[in-house]
Nanobody
Framework: QVELVESGGGSVQSGGSLRLSCAASGGAFSIKRMGWYRQGPGKERELVATISTGGNIKIADSVKDRFIIFRDNAKNTVYLQMNNLKPEDTAVYYC???????????????????WGQGTQVTVSS
């Protein structure tokens, strides 16, 4: 069973920065896409940014000039550098990974989708 372990959340004043990280572990697998979603108070979960193994990035318009997503494929870890944070960025941030399990380094079966437990980011004005 794959586990996603998130770290780096916290509280910061408006204009500050935080870096989130998420590491995947547990078995033999190949991550196809990995990234971050968030859910603010009273809001639905929304895409923040994801990145594929090949470096293709999907990122929300609301953060694209302030947040940077990058990953270390060898460590199965994705990072979200958040700069110039705003109060509206306050949310629980969830790591997501789309992956396939492997046997002898070959993909097999369906693609699975995993979520982390979430990490709180609070931005005060």
């Amino acid at each position: 069973q794959v586990e996603l372990v998130e770290s780096g959340g916290g509280s910061v004043q408006s204009g500050g920065s935080l870096r989130l990280s998420c590491a995947a572990s547990g078995g033999a697998f190949s991550i196809k896409r990995m990234g971050w979603y968030r859910q603010g108070p009273g809001k639905e979960r929304e895409l923040v940014a994801t990145i594929s193994t090949g470096g293709n990035i999907k990122i929300a318009d609301s953060v694209k000039d302030r947040f940077i997503i990058f990953r270390d494929n060898a460590k199965n870890t994705v990072y979200l550098q958040m700069n110039n944070l705003k109060p509206e960025d306050t949310a629980v941030y969830y790591c997501n990974a789309d992956l396939k399990y492997q046997i002898y380094n070959v993909d097999y079966g369906d693609e699975y989708h995993y979520w982390g437990q979430g990490t709180q980011v609070t931005v005060s004005s």
